[in-house]
């Protein structure tokens, strides 16, 4: 049996091993082959890359192996190497840090200059002032006295010929002199560093400026002459009273060219550059006296003059034309001035000069009779009420503002309260409130109640501290109580809370004229947001406007040297704005009509004319107001003081009030009295006595002087603008026959005649 199964196994088929199941699939065996040899690809060249850098490195070092050095030429060449890193560190430095500086010169006329000169007419065509450069630059440095020449270097860069544009030896002397004074006593900058700042910069104490200046400094150094930089700093520099340059300076100061000043003079122009303003002649001449008594030192000590060259200055000053009688209206020129910066700045760029003859709604009489009727209420009840400033604005209806007081004395402070000083307008702020009321469909018969009310922790209060129950709003307006206003803003809010309400009123107010930031809060319908005097009046003009809001502006006309009209407020000014529908503005002349004649502001009552206004007191007494206006006029008066302290109980019925009423008095004489819309003509009560303490007689009211009536400046503008078209068609004609005749003369030409020109 074995065997024969054995035969059976040798003849039966051959079995085969079972095939394996291969790891990755077919399709994927080719990528797998790329991925690998990508993979020995990359290893290699790291490996390659390596090897190249490491050898390269060898021999780098066997190369440099053959510089070395010891000893004392080591300590000779690493300091070399380290002076060289770092120089070119700074470098860089210094190139970041010039590129803002050379962006200055970017423009190609930088020589000439930018500011403008600006000749101001009153509104009668009558010159009133100037702003702007007064400058002549016309006067070679030769012709310039040579002991002005002097002075200037000695007192301003006394090595201005020797240095490069930075003195540093003066600089570090002046450092010096101001570690040991522990101030600043001393002024390092060079004469082509302080052109640079005239010319380029501005006058803010700045790292940045500084380093500017020298940059700057160092390039006119490159562009220009010693003598050319000298000349643009004796003509550009800033000399106070307007005028720029020792040349404008000098007849500012003294009635004569720089050609002619004499050696006390010449030391007080040179004094000038310092401080302009503080050493100023014709401001503070004591001050200029011992300014110019320094120079003279200076002359002396630079060795340029002896001190017997020089003994006659010191024994006869110096003395400067008195312009203390020249009652220029300067807070009306500074903003008229502002104006007419932004209007030039948007003049087609075919209007390039820089020279402009601007005519003003400024009224000279009504001016100085607000000013003397701040002075004089100030000086008889200022210390009183413990007031020291007042603001006043009086304007036309259409916005042009034809007198402006910024403070009590321009020459004590330049700093304008009429259009920069932000004060909070107390209850003459409630116009807005209720003018945004009537516009939500309240009227003047309305009844709101007058009673304890609070919002959240807030609890406003009545002046008298008392409550009159159900009051409507024309009788709320007129007795000032202060919980109607704030009552109104929670119901302008139509049930979405008091916040949606004064925003309809912060809306509204910005609409007539305030331009300043009203924040929201609790107590803003009774004033608790800051306004300005001007912005304030001239949002004021919208209710005799029939509400139509306008523009409180000052410029009427410009025109260049060369009498060419580029700009009209009428034509080219922003035009009137419709805010209030006119039945709003009627009722609302109603109400406050009620608030002159049986309201808080009976002192301001007009004999025989019908007057709306405002009275405005805040808390502590720090503000008192009156805003008021006629069918002819609006005007603003604040009282107060800067420094926020309060006043003695003043309200804005009391000296607002009075002094409102003098100058508006004052300026209805002559003119035709408008009737204010919405107001029916009508007897007006007697104004009250003045009820002051130490109230004294009212001196009578000086009459106004006949000027032209409205119509009349109406035709005679006309009349102006009639010669202009006729002087533009005349000229263009002109042009015209010139271009037909031309041809004409060119043919009549011999040949002989027309090859001579071309040979010309």
Known sequence: MPETNNRNDDKSPEKKPPEKTPLVPPRFGRLQRFLLDLDSRIDFAIFQTGRALREGYERFSAFMDRFHVSGFRRVVVELASEGATLGTAGLVVLLALAIPAFQETSDDDWLKKSELAVTFLDRYGNEVGRRGIRHNDSIPLEDFPDHLIK?????????????????????????????????????????????????????????????????????????????????????????????????????????????????????????????????????????????????????????????????????????????????????????AFDEVKKIVEKLPKSVNERVFVVRTGLDPNIQREAENAVETALRQYGREYHASQAALVLMDVDGTVRAMVGGRDYGDSQFNRATDALRQPGSSFKPYVYAAALSNGFKPTSVVRDEPFCIGNWCPQNYGRSFSGPVTLTQALTRSINIIPVRLSVMLGEGKGAKAGRAKIIELAHKMGIHSPLPDSTSLPIGAAEVTVLDHTAAYATFPNAGMAVTAHAVLEIRTATGELVYRFDRDGPKPRQVLSPQVAMDMNAMMTKVVEEGTGRRAMLD??????????????????????????????????DDYSPTNRMTGGSLPAMTWRQVMAYAHQGVEVKPIPGVAPGPVPAPPPARVASAKPEPEMPARPAVLTRRAVEVLVRLERLFDEAARAADAALDAADAEAAPQRRSSLEPAQISAARSD
């Open 151 to 335: 002075a200037v270097l000695a007192t301003e860069d006394r090595r201005f010929y020797e240095h490069f544009g930075i003195d540093i030896a003066g600089t570090l002397r002046a450092l010096s002199a101001n570690a040991r004074a522990g101030g600043v006593v001393q002024g390092g900058s060079s004469i082509t560093q302080q052109l640079a700042k005239n010319l380029f910069l501005n006058n803010e104490r700045t790292i940045e400026r500084k380093v500017k200046e020298a940059f700057l400094a160092i390039w006119l150094e490159a562009r220009l002459t010693k003598n050319q930089i000298l000349k643009l700093y004796l003509d550009r520099a800033y000399m106070g009273g307007g005028a720029f340059g020792v040349d404008a300076a000098a007849q500012y100061y003294f009635g004569k060219s720089a050609r002619d000043v004499n050696l006390a003079e010449a030391a007080m122009l040179a004094g000038l550059f310092k401080a302009p303003t503080r050493f100023a002649p014709h401001v503070n001449l004591p001050a200029a006296r011992a300014r110019a008594n320094v120079v003279l030192d200076n002359l002396v000590e630079a060795g340029f003059m002896t001190e017997g060259q020089v003994f006659g200055a010191r024994r006869h000053p110096a003395t400067s034309i008195d312009r203390r009688d020249e009652r220029a209206p300067n807070y009306y020129l500074d903003w």
């Open 608 to 641: 025989g004319i019908k007057a709306a206004g405002k009275t405005g007191t805040t808390n502590a007494y720090r503000d008192a107001w009156f805003v008021g206006f006629t069918g002819n006029y609006v005007c603003g008066v604040w009282f107060g003081n």
